[in-house]
């Protein structure tokens, strides 16, 4: 076991970065922030445009 960490001791600074990556990724998935967006656009809705502008009704 020791000589398999003294072969990933030159890694380490690897695996922090996808540490913080990954606890980041987490961090964004339960709160709901966007992470590569950088405009202010709604949401992606289930109910679509077509339900907003009444073009398609469904009975």
């Known amino acids: ?9 030159p890694m380490k600074w690897y ?3 996808v540490a913080v990556l990954l606890a980041w990724l987490a961090y ?5 922030d966007r992470i590569l967006s ?3 656009q709604e949401q992606w809705s289930s109910s679509g445009i ?3 502008n009444g073009i398609m ?3």
């Open 57 to 59: 009704h469904h009975k």
């Open 38 to 40: 950088f405009d202010n």
């Open 28 to 32: 964004a998935n339960l709160y709901g």
């Open 15 to 17: 695996f922090v970065y």
């Open 1 to 9: 076991m020791k000589e398999l960490l003294k072969e990933l001791l």
């Open 50 to 52: 077509s339900h907003s």
